[in-house]
């Protein structure tokens, strides 16, 4: 007889491990499925061991630039092994956090590889021993994996995908990456920061193509000054792999092919949604692309299942995913206050240097709708903590409808604007407008004051620039 729970969770990144412990919080008996670690890609092999190699590379910068700063650091070297421990270290702590938590909370974990196997069934195989659990309600939170080139598939060696770019197992000696949206330009920055020779590959006319304009061509400039060779508009036709790099066949815009030698290369042009194998088709769930179609509360066209996180489609990020759980479980649990999750008002962080953070309306995006714009910007240069912090480069842009005052979207580039973007991201929740942010009063002497002076100057009114 299957073993019988209120929720079942297939799969257990942020948003899976989420949906349990609110599941938990309500009373409900829950259980979760995972095939591999608790936490999923991001505690295990994204968002935090990433975090852990930049900090790194964040340091052997400043070392390195020492004299900047009126100090003497000689001879600055490193330890790969060292550096990819650490990483792993801090990985399997937040692992071991989440073990926690399912236990705090009472959550029955059952290892091994789960299939739906009817509405409210699911067969969880491991070892060849089967396990079978029944549910009213199940989530599917089976994430997504990173894609494939066509033509070269990632063998680990000489090109990675970014686990194997998170565990080298030697320093790459000249790096291509392909593709930049916040993947490829975060280790684009992590190898760059570490002495690699990098060049990026992009298809598009710019990097980080999601991002506002102003934000692409001042990360485009600053890479470059770095001495990143960056090249838009191209594409890489092939990759022919030997014992000692890689060849690849670079296409510009206008078709003229140059062909380059690299020791490795990071292939970063998107994820495939992990729906395939899990028993989806058996129950005739709809899907676009591989992405589970679900309404704004999480439910599919299948009762009782519902899904959420990189399964259903974009923003592909954990704290989008974190959010949705919370929203489905309250759904499914029969709670009357829930209120579906605004994408609009989900922030995107890039952190690499210098970091990129934004939330809401793009200018190009915000023209779009046809309403009259106020745009302010203002730069790190003229903030004196930027300056003391030896990091004047950057700028804060918000846009705001001149009508009503709504904050619009803001954009940021520069240091730890990926930890200052949440202000803007709690002023659009509140529905905020211009006054209220004008009249608000920031702390001094704090990066922060940026985010006020560009208020500010979308109404004439910046003080010190």
Partial sequence: MADQYDLIVLGS?????????????????????????????????GCI?????????????YLTHASAYGLKAEKVSFDLSAIVDRSRKVAGQLNAGVKGLMKKHKITVVEGDGVLTGKGAISVTKDGKKTDLAAKNIIIATGA???????????????????????????????????????????????????????????????????????????H???????????????????????SGVRAAIKAKDGKVDSQDFSHAIVAIGIVPNSENIGLEGLGVKMARGHIDTDPYGRTNVEGLWAIGDVTGPPWLAHKAMHEAVVTVEALAGRKDVHPLDKSNIPGC???????????????????????LKIGKFPFVGNGKA???????????????????????????????????????????LESTEAELMQTTFPHPTLSEMMHESVLDAYGRALHY
């Fill in 13 to 45: 990144g942020p948003g899976g491990y989420v949906a349990a412990i609110r599941a938990s919080h309500l009373g409900l008996k829950a259980a979760i499925v995972e095939r591999e670690k608790l936490g999923g890609i991001c505690l295990n092999w």
């Fill in 49 to 61: 061991p990433t975090k852990a190699l930049l900090r790194t590379s964040e340091i052997n910068h």
């Fill in 145 to 219: 994996r990173a894609r494939d080139l066509p033509f070269a598939k990632t063998d680990g060696e000489r090109i990675w995908t970014y686990r194997h770019a998170m565990v080298p197992k030697e320093m790459p000696t000249k790096l291509l990456v392909i593709g930049s949206g916040a993947i490829g330009v975060e280790f684009a920055s992590f190898y760059s920061d570490m002495g690699v020779p990098v060049t990026i590959v992009e298809m598009l006319d710019r990097i980080l193509p999601v991002e506002d304009e102003d934000v692409s061509a001042f990360v």
């Fill in 221 to 243: 400039k600053a890479l470059t000054k770095q001495g990143m060779t960056i090249h838009i508009s191209s594409g890489v036709d092939k990759l022919e792999t030997s014992t």
């Fill in 350 to 372: 890039t952190y690499s240097r210098p970091q990129v953070a934004s939330v809401g309306l793009t200018e190009a995006k915000a023209k779009e709708t046809g309403r009259k």
């Fill in 387 to 429: 300056i003391a912090l030896g990091e004047a480069e950057g700028f804060v842009k918000t846009i705001f409808d001149a009508e009503t005052g709504e904050l619009l979207g803001a954009h940021m580039v520069g240091a730890e604007v990926t930890e200052l973007i949440q202000g803007y991201c709690i002023a659009r929740q």
